[in-house]
């Protein structure tokens, strides 16, 4: 097996974002397709629509009325013919009404809220989206390096296999080592099997998201395939996504941006505004009419009379069957476990940080002592290699040691995976997963 020591401690993580150019159409088609962006589109132009209303409660209302009628008389007994009295009257009645209460302040406020929460949970589905956009991503990444990893460890076992069946029948070794190598080829199969398995699923979840299959090139037949063991090829993997410097940052910018989290501060305001609209029912409201008529009759020589009406009008609540207390123990209690989620949210939201921050510190601790794995299992074969060649070393112990390049390999490709997939998840609890942060 040839392997070269330089391979992977090549991997160069820098905190930029400039050279994910796959990745920048795979975001974009995601966010494009997934049905819950849409539908929380949709639903913010429903609050946009439900503020609009809210402003236009206070403007008065304006009725405009109009009647008119014929008067038919008729003498009993029957003397004469029905007596028609002509058009009688004919009315135009113009209303106007103003209601004067602090109760449409408080509705209007609650509807800028009411947005404001449609918009964060916008910001939230598309942070979701993202982020399953850009896992199912490198996931079809990290299988198919696996894969790789798989298939090259097949390859060399079955070459080993061929070298050990010759040397058999030369009677260099036993039957033993052959079953040996048998073993660990089969092992080897079932290895590559689960990673083709695996790839399947990643690409099924991928269309999931996306709605089409992965547009890439790592699965054509050509010189240049994705390997392992090129170190150009790990660059597919991308830069990572630039991050907050430190921990209490993180946490700074995710109470500030978070949209979840966000959501439940408004939430608990508009649980304040609630009780003060059950205290206004304890108090006089106020409105203000007016109106405009005219009134016609034909029958008198088109007499005409004109009406004008100003009416200032108070309601003084006194007894409402204990609604109005009921209401306000209900708004109060509605408060209490509004503050109360949040109070939650905030303390989950700083564990979920601290905790995405602490895997990325350790993963990146893993990779670099992972790198020197690879580079010492390869060390390791090389010296084995050549001490079985004299006569030291068995063919299971050449196996063993192979068996660890793959490992640690297949190790280092998902720690490198998971620290990209725990940036990302960091960006989203602080609120910065979006395409103008990526600069896509």
Not at 76 to 101: K, M
Not at 328 to 355: C, P, R, V, Y
Request: aromatic share 10%; proline share 3%; with cysteine.
């Amino acid at each position: 097996m040839q392997l070269k020591l330089y391979v992977f401690a090549s991997i160069i993580f820098s905190f930029s974002f400039s050279n994910a150019e796959d990745l920048k159409t795979v975001l974009r088609d995601a966010y494009n397709f997934f049905p819950d962006i849409k539908k929380s589109q949709s639903d913010l132009k429903n609050a946009r629509k439900d503020l609009q209303i809210s402003k236009t409660d206070f403007l008065p209302s304006i009725e405009f009325s109009a009647s008119q009628g014929r008067n038919i008389s008729k003498s009993f007994p029957d003397t004469s013919d029905y007596n028609y009295t002509g058009i009688n009257p004919t009315t135009f009645d113009i209303d106007l009404t103003q209601p004067l209460s602090y109760t449409k302040t408080i509705n209007l406020k609650q509807a800028r809220n009411s947005l404001k929460i449609s918009d964060l949970k916008d910001k939230s589905v598309a942070q979701n989206v993202l982020f399953r956009a850009s896992k199912a991503y490198y996931t079809v990444l990290k299988d198919y390096f696996l894969l790789d990893v798989s298939k090259k460890n097949e390859d060399n076992l079955v070459k080993k296999l061929e070298a050990t069946e010759k040397r058999f029948e030369f009677r260099d070794i036993t039957k033993t080592d052959v079953f040996q190598a048998r073993a660990r080829l089969a092992e080897a199969t079932s290895k590559r099997i689960e990673a083709e398995n695996n790839l399947d699923v990643s690409i099924s979840d991928f269309e999931t998201v996306v709605g089409r299959k992965p547009d890439i090139n790592w699965f054509e037949p050509s010189e240049t395939k994705v390997t392992s063991s090129n170190p150009k090829d790990w660059s597919k993997f991308g830069d990572l996504p630039k991050v907050p410097s430190t921990l209490e940052q993180s946490v700074d910018i995710g109470l500030k941006n978070n949209p979840d989290y966000m959501q439940t501060l408004i939430q608990y305001e508009n649980a304040k505004f609630d009780i003060k609209k059950s205290n206004l029912n304890f108090t006089p409201e106020f409105s203000v009419s007016g109106s405009v008529g005219k009134a016609l009759d034909s029958s008198r020589s088109v007499e005409r009379k004109d009406t004008y009406s100003v009416t200032a009008e108070v309601t003084v609540p006194i007894f409402n069957k204990g609604h109005n207390i009921l209401n306000l123990e209900k708004s109060k209690n509605s408060a209490i476990a509004s503050m109360k989620s949040m109070e939650t949210k905030k303390l989950d939201l700083i564990f979920q940080i601290q905790s995405a921050w602490k895997k990325i510190e350790s993963t990146k601790s893993s990779i670099t002592s992972l790198q020197v794995s690879v580079e010492s299992n390869l060390m390791a074969v090389e010296g084995v290699s050549k001490e079985a060649g004299v006569g030291t070393r068995t063919t299971l112990e050449i196996l063993d040691a192979e068996k660890e390049v793959t490992q640690s390999e297949s190790n280092l490709v998902n720690a490198q995976f998971q620290l990209i997939i725990s940036s990302f998840e960091l960006l989203k609890l602080c609120g910065l997963l979006n395409f103008a942060y990526l600069e896509i």
